[in-house]
């Protein structure tokens, strides 16, 4: 398949869907986006949150483990994070190309 195919059938398919479903999908497909940015904003900042974490600082193996627990958590936090920033991008561009169709580039030298 190519490029044209592939897009012909994802519009083909959103179409219909739009026209058996009705209204309400494509409200929940542009409140979607708000919702994972908000979503990812939130998780983006609770990295700074501050937080207390009790290590034994005598010990460089516990001091170590601590600092690994809060580094991995802080990083689990960014990664969804990024997957809802993400998910928040690419339902618009779905919307776009439904609703426009495909794009095409005139060009002219």
């Known amino acids: 398949m190519n490029v044209e195919e592939v897009s012909s059938v994802a519009v083909d398919t959103a ?3 739009h026209r058996d479903l009705g209204l309400g999908l494509l409200v929940v497909v542009f409140v979607a986006p708000i919702i994972f940015w908000l979503i990812s904003m939130v998780l983006a900042l609770r990295v ?6 009790y ?17 991995n958590l802080k990083y689990k936090r960014l990664k969804y994070a990024i997957m809802m920033l993400v998910l928040g991008f690419i339902l618009p561009v779905i919307c776009i190309i439904v609703y426009q169709g495909p794009v095409t580039i005139i060009w002219s030298p």
């Open 15 to 17: 179409f219909h869907l």
């Open 48 to 53: 700074f949150v501050p937080v207390s974490h």
């Open 55 to 71: 290590g034994d600082i005598y010990s460089h193996e516990k001091a170590l483990g601590t600092y690994t627990r809060i580094l």
